[in-house]
């Protein structure tokens, strides 16, 4: 099975790098302890540009938005762009807020965010979205959301930062009520351990726990990966080239193919069950329409071969 409806980095990791991954079992019957987290909170720092102690560790970035959402949930609403693929909105829901969402529409993937005048509210924007895979908010327009008057809790999930090279983390330090996340699950390559983190602002660091709650796999896979930054380059890079490719390729057979910052593809087809014809060749796809539109899919970029074959099905399938 090709499993193209995640964005996972399809890379492996060299002999050497997975020699020192494979050794986290050792201490495994010991908790992760403060002191060891640092070590790699400073990694993290170093890598982000920004200082160790407006960082949070988390087991995945719903967890870190959950923590968040419990400690500001009174008294706001929720702002969520639809469509999202955020766990988190079901903790709101339990919590009674108000759920806000704001329909991504096409051709033109715009939002106009000083009309919505949103105020008291906690607000989650992917950056790059996901799934279109585009920029939906310009730092001017963050600025306002923050400003003081409008008392609103922004979260800026950057996991798609590897790829995209795109930050607000530098106005956290100014932003009190400002947080990014970021993850190791999808330019890093460690999606099979679940661990992310968040850069917050002043107000947010003073009100989230901020417990050892990852484990000591995840702790030893993240520092590892982050000493060896420079081999992911190598990822990112091929990751490019073949969504260069993948795109030209989609095109080339009379699909609609959006502009991505992302290691993803949004896709619109005539064909309203391309993911299932698709699936029945073992290739799996994100299928959108189910909860937004009609014939519009996300791919994944794959490596070469999987992005070959997905190819290769497609243009069979538009043939018949």
């Known amino acids: 099975m090709i499993d193209l409806s995640a964005n996972e980095n399809p890379y492996d990791y060299s002999n050497e790098i997975l020699k020192h991954i494979n050794n986290c079992f050792e201490n495994i019957n010991r908790y992760l302890e403060y002191k060891e987290l640092d070590e790699l909170v400073k990694e993290i720092g170093d890598y982000c540009e920004t200082e160790k102690n407006r960082i949070i560790v988390g087991s995945g970035t719903d967890k870190l938005i959950q923590k968040v959402i419990l400690k500001f949930f009174k008294n ?35 939002i106009n965010w000083k009309s919505m005048k949103i105020k008291n509210s906690i607000v989650i924007i992917d950056y790059p979205n996901n799934p ?27 996991a798609g930062y590897e790829y995209s090279k795109e930050t607000f983390i530098d106005l956290v330090e100014k932003y009190k009520n400002l947080m990014i996340t970021r993850t190791f699950d999808k330019g890093f390559g460690l999606a099979g351990l679940k661990i992310s983190y968040m850069v917050a602002g002043d107000n947010i660091l003073e009100k989230v726990d901020q417990v050892v709650d990852i484990n000591r796999p995840a702790f030893l896979g993240a520092l590892e990966v982050l000493k060896n930054k420079d081999y992911i380059k190598e990822d990112i890079s091929e990751a490019l080239i073949q969504r260069n490719f993948v795109k030209k390729s989609l095109i080339d057979l009379g699909l609609k193919v959006y502009e991505s910052e992302a290691n993803f593809l949004l896709v619109k087809a005539d064909l309203l069950d391309l993911a299932l014809q698709l699936r029945k060749k073992e290739i799996l796809i994100e299928d959108l329409s189910g909860f937004w539109l009609d014939g519009y899919y996300r791919i994944s970029i794959g490596n070469s071969e999987e992005n070959k074959k997905i190819i290769d099905e497609i243009k069979i399938i538009f043939e018949k």
Not at 77 to 91: E, G, R, T
Not at 93 to 102: A, F, H, P, Q, S
């Open 76 to 110: 706001r609403d929720l702002v969520i762009l639809n469509p999202n693929f955020y766990k988190s909105v079901n903790l709101a829901k339990d919590l009674g807020m108000k759920i806000r969402r704001v329909q991504l529409k096409t051709p033109i993937f715009y």
């Open 132 to 158: 279109t895979g585009q920029f939906l908010i310009k730092r001017e327009e963050l600025v306002e959301l923050l400003n003081n008057n409008n008392n609103n809790i922004v979260i800026i999930d950057e």
